[in-house]
């Protein structure tokens, strides 16, 4: 059987299966590669609820929602203070039992029309788009363009204490945290959370042992229990590769803090299906689509990472601890130019036609590109970048351009203040420059 297709998917876990998914649902041929080499991080990974406007937006809900079941777990937390924090009274998120979502997301792409081997096909057409989903496995032997601290995950099963099943939760101890599931039937499980320096000098069975005993709530009493496996679970963003679009976690891993690995992978199917559709229509657009996507990517990762350091610093417990310290250390903050100051477009601005995603595609339409990062634009949220550039035709402080926003009919159908937010957003993004910069560059 030939192999024509116009994209091939390598890896069929979360981000590969959906977005074979969601490019067949576009009408495309679609060939996806699964050897059956899934490492999961336990038996169960958990989404939270607010993932679901998502997953209806990219219209996936159902899907998703038929392969998972209704997280029956009461969920807590012991983080900054020793007492547990019950979220009681929120909705209900999914409990994915992960090989088995996986496959069923893989039968819903199969009935969409895309076809699953377990090999790579020898006849690929030279034109076919080729995605690269293989997950942590895309990551061995590069280095990463940027990476958080080192985080090992430890998987421990055992019987659960029957005072625990059918609860979930999350504690922070001098060492790292603790992820335990203990559902009210099955194994408890628990992912133990270690720095892997710290893991290396202190071993890690004895640093495992000793933050199961040094806990308070569930997972003390997995004290004991069998150590199953140990996966990396480091926040990575991997470098682009020409020619090949990474999505999920083979363009980036995330703290495993917030639980939205399974999140993040499908909007990214989301995305590249996007991507898909609009390089199969315009084959000269796909190395300006690929760049926007692996920019997509490395945004969603950056904020990631802003938040975990966040919750990282709100535990305040153990900051003297050499976990704790490790955490700390990680993505600073850019401080933001005085916005008091004149500012002026950067020099590295220019019109183009821009590629922009505009809803569900991607179209060109009159914009700007930011040569020092690729970036295409043609507006800001709702306001035209057009409009919100011209504010600073002349160096202006931000104050008075966006007052000068005032006169413009472009820009005042949306509050003053909306104006403000995108110049700020142009600001941080290197868009908008203090204008003795631009002087001392020329
Ligand atoms: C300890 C831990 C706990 C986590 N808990 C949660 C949680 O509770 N909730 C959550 O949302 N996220 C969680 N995550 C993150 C989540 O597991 C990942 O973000 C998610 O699995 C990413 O999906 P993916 O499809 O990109 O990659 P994967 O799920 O890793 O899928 C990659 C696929 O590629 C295939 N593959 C491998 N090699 C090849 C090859 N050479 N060719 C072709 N295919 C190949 C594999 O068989 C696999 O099916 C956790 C992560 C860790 C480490």
Same mark, same amino acid.
Request: proline letters at 7%; aromatic letters at 6%; one cysteine or more.
């Given at each position: ?13 979360? $981000? ?18 699964? &050897?059956? #080499? ?19 937006? @990219? ?17 807590? $937390?012991?983080?900054? +203070? ?28 199969? $009935? ?17 788009? *080729? ?6 496995? +895309? ?38 945290? @603790? ?38 709530? &569930? ?8 150590? *199953? ?16 679009? #990474? ?12 639980? *939205? ?22 084959? $000269? ?12 990517? +490395? ?21 003297? *601890? ?72 002349? &160096? ?47």
């Amino acid at each position: 059987m030939s192999t024509q297709c116009d994209v091939l998917v390598r890896g069929g876990g979360v $981000a590969g299966a959906a977005a074979a998914l969601l490019c067949a649902r576009r009408g495309l041929a679609v060939t996806l590669v699964e &050897p059956g #080499r899934s490492a999961f991080s336990g038996p169960f990974e958990t989404m939270v609820a607010s993932a679901e406007r998502m997953l209806q937006r @990219i219209g996936i809900a159902d899907v998703v929602v038929a392969a998972a079941r209704r997280d029956p777990m009461r969920h807590g $937390a012991a983080w900054g +203070a020793p007492e547990f924090v019950w979220r009681d009274g929120e909705p209900p998120g999914l409990l994915l039992a992960r090989g088995a979502f996986d496959a069923a997301l893989r039968a819903a792409a199969v $009935a969409a029309g895309v076809r699953v081997l377990r090999r790579e096909p020898a006849d690929v057409p030279a034109s076919a788009l *080729q995605f690269d989903a293989r997950g942590r496995a +895309a990551h061995s032997g590069a280095a990463p363009v940027e990476r958080g601290p080192s985080l090992l995950a430890v998987t421990v099963v055992g019987a659960p204490h029957a005072g625990d099943a059918g609860t979930a939760t999350v504690e922070a101890t001098a060492d790292g945290w @603790i992820w335990t599931h203990a559902p009210d039937r099955a194994h408890a499980g628990a992912a133990v959370f270690v720095d892997g320096a710290h893991a290396r000098r202190a071993g890690l069975s004895h640093l495992v042992a000793r933050q199961l005993a040094a806990a308070t709530g &569930p997972a003390r009493r997995l004290h004991g229990a069998r150590i *199953q496996h140990a996966t990396d679970a480091t926040a990575r963003l991997a470098a682009p590769v020409a020619g090949v679009l #990474r999505l999920g976690d083979a363009a980036g891993t995330i703290d495993p803090l917030a639980s *939205q690995g399974v999140e993040k992978a499908l909007a990214a199917a989301d995305h590249a299906a996007a991507v898909a559709a609009a390089a199969v229509a315009q084959p $000269a657009w796909r190395e300006r689509l690929y760049a926007a996507h692996a920019r997509w990517e +490395a945004g969603l990762w950056r904020a990631h990472g802003a938040t975990a350091q966040a919750w990282y610093e709100r535990e305040g417990r153990f900051a003297e *601890q050499p976990f704790w310290v490790g955490r700390r250390r990680d993505l600073p903050t850019p401080a933001l130019p005085a916005v008091d100051a004149p500012l002026t477009v950067a020099p590295a601005v220019r019109a183009i036609t821009a590629l922009v995603r505009a809803g569900a595609d991607f179209v060109a339409q009159p914009g700007f590109v930011h040569d020092g990062t690729g970036e295409e634009r043609s507006h800001v949220g709702f306001l035209p970048l057009a409009a919100l550039l011209s504010l600073f035709a002349s &160096p202006a402080p931000l104050a008075a351009a966006v007052a000068r926003g005032g006169a413009d009919a472009r820009l005042f159908v949306l509050p003053p203040r909306a104006v403000h937010a995108a110049c700020l957003d142009l600001l941080r993004s290197g868009w908008l420059i203090p204008a003795v910069n631009a002087a001392g560059n020329r």
